[in-house]
T-cell receptor, first 113, second 110 residues
Framework: DAGVIQSPRHEVTEMGQEVTLRCKPI?????LFWYRQTMMRGLELLIY????????DSGMPEDRFSAKMPNASFSTLKIQPSEPRDSAVYFC???????????FGSGTRLTVV | DQQVKQNSPSLSVQEGRISILNCDYT??????FLWYKKYPAEGPTFLIS?????DKNEDGRFTVFLNKSAKHLSLHIVPSQPGDSAVYFC?????????FGTGTSLTVIP
């Protein structure tokens, strides 16, 4: 298995633009997580899905953020409109069960200028 | 509110010596703890774990200690190697959700 695949690896965009981050989880993993890494707060959970259904989105910072999982092999995290304070590394992770350790993707480094 | 805290953002250790990374938590309901290791431009990878019913777990050069009364977790790396230089995150599980610390950047000096 190729692991959790995220794209793009780097994204630079102008303030106000829409940004879409993509994730392909490990096949057979029923849980998918979106995290954001910042210096101040470390790894913050934004949202997670179980069997493609969003379970907890309480970590999504505001309405500008949305996430979807249309099928078991694909998820997106969208920011519209983007702001400079959204600049961070965004990680996707998947797991075979919620109680297990996660496998993380390589992350997307987002820079909003 | 940060339930899992890593109060040392960075640590430098000489090659061959012991590295000790610390993690404190506030939630007494945490029942499972993990350490992740992260290299630049890569995602965190699982390193070692410990259940709350144990106080020590060892895997090669890596040992995790859990002190439940102090709500303290530590990772010992002996002997430290330059390849261990990375950011280390501790994570704790409560009600099937993991909470991560802010990470400690370890530099092992050759």
């Amino acid at each position: 298995d190729a692991g959790v695949i995220q794209s793009p690896r780097h994204e630079v965009t102008e303030m106000g633009q829409e940004v879409t981050l993509r994730c392909k989880p490990i096949s057979g993993h029923d849980y998918l997580f979106w995290y954001r890494q910042t210096m101040m707060r470390g790894l913050e959970l934004l949202i997670y899905f179980n069997n493609n259904v969003p379970i907890d989105d309480s970590g999504m910072p505001e309405d500008r953020f949305s996430a979807k999982m249309p099928n078991a092999s694909f998820s997106t995290l969208k920011i519209q409109p983007s702001e400079p304070r959204d600049s961070a590394v965004y990680f996707c992770a998947s797991a075979p069960g919620q109680a297990y350790g996660y496998t993380f993707g390589s992350g997307t480094r987002l820079t909003v200028v | 509110d940060q339930q899992v805290k890593q109060n040392s953002p960075s640590l430098s250790v000489q090659e061959g010596r012991i590295s000790i990374l610390n993690c404190d938590y506030t939630n007494s309901m945490f029942d499972y703890f993990l350490w992740y290791k992260k290299y630049p431009a890569e995602g965190p990878t699982f390193l070692i774990s410990i259940s709350s019913i144990k106080d020590k777990n060892e895997d090669g050069r890596f040992t995790v200690f859990l002190n439940k009364s102090a709500k303290h977790l530590s990772l010992h790396i002996v002997p430290s190697q330059p390849g261990d230089s990375a950011v280390y995150f501790c994570a704790a599980r409560s009600f099937n959700q993991f909470y991560f610390g802010t990470g400690t950047s370890l530099t092992v000096i050759p």
